[in-house]
């Protein structure tokens, strides 16, 4: 199956990766994906916790830039590329 691919200024082939999912396991609830997230990629998630200053997130667009990842100290986030329509 083919996938989204562009080219870099060097010219070589470059298949983007996007986020899929945030492992529940593994997020801390500390927010700073949803600080820099500027696509709408995610959403704050509801929790039946007491500790309201913890701020858990969903995936609601799969497409973005992958900067979530990159903020997130635990490695929550899952990427995978996009299928070509």
């Not at 996007?18 to 700073?32: A, K, L, Q």
Request: with cysteine; net charge positive; hydrophobic share 30%.
């Amino acid at each position: 199956m083919a996938y989204i691919t562009g080219r870099t200024r060097a010219g070589k082939e470059w298949t983007p990766q996007f986020v899929r999912s945030v492992d529940e396991e593994r997020c801390i609830g500390c927010g700073r994906c949803m600080k820099i997230c500027a696509h709408n990629v995610l959403a704050p998630k509801e929790v039946d916790e007491e500790e309201s200053a913890k701020m858990y997130c969903a995936v609601t667009n799969a497409d973005g830039c992958g900067a979530c990842g990159r903020t997130c100290n635990k490695k929550a986030f899952s990427f995978e590329p996009l299928h070509a329509p």
